[in-house]
């Protein structure tokens, strides 16, 4: 087992080496000018010259990467091109406003999801199992925006249950006023709960056809406990595969919900690199979330080990 993590750990070095490579290359083969974007009406060419002689855009590509990469070991992340501040300042309240609200989505949406797909699974063709089909089907066919406008219509607007918008004044936090959390948490419960229950429900279904399975029903073990000692830890493993990859996506990718919600994450501030040209926070942003998927995938692959004996003698 250490010697799995050592190689696996390796492995994610790698492929974050790889990637801040690929993401810094896309950087400088994107339009547009941050010295432009930065002085706006003030643009003269004394001013643009002067910008990027601060900012060492006149330097070859492969210094700048070289001493970006340097300050990424040493736990620099640089400073902020536009706001002028160190990214790791920035990065903290960010990844602590995304974090609230992924574990705010993962509390509530995984365990209803598990719980439902394993109910419908070994239930096929009832009328309960119909219902949350459907209900699984209308949430993976909705878009994000789209449930979030919906929720921000009828919570915000027709009802006055929840501010419609999830902004945040200086000094406030999620948990200072964790109302702001909640349509942007069931929006993200909405599609966690739709393609965790269906991967749920269908590993459930084709378990529960499986000979083992059958031979120990026939045996009259109650089914609570084949349920628990031979059907969740065999039909688990696809789903743990769906829940870490969701993880990387709730952590970092969550740019329509933010945006819909107007809430200050790394989705919004992603997004707001991208337009502002700030190539500093922007390769910052994509190795954290590459970092979370590759973390993810690795607990993933522990937590199969975890649930089947086969995977640890291998």
Known sequence: MIRYLVRRLGLILITLLVISLAIFAVVEILPGDVAKMMLKQDATDAALHRIREQLGLYRPWYERYFDWMGGVLRGDLGDSYVMGVPITEILGRRVAHSLALALFALIFGIPLAVFAGVWAGIRPDTRGDRIVSAVGMVGISLPEFVTGVVFMMVFGTWLSLLPPSSAMLPGE???????????PALTLTVVLFAYIMRMTRANVMEVMQSPYVRTAILKGIPMRQVIRRHVLPNSMLPTITIIAANMGYMFGGLIIVE?????????????????QRDFPMLESLVLLVAGTYAFSNLVADLSYAALDPRIRVS
Do not use: C, D
């Not at 936090?173 to 349509?183: A, D, F, G, S, Y």
């Open 173 to 183: 936090t999620p948990w200072t006023r964790p109302q702001i959390l909640v349509m």
């Open 259 to 275: 945006n819909v919600f107007a809430y200050p994450g790394l989705g919004q501030l992603l997004l707001w690199s991208i337009q």
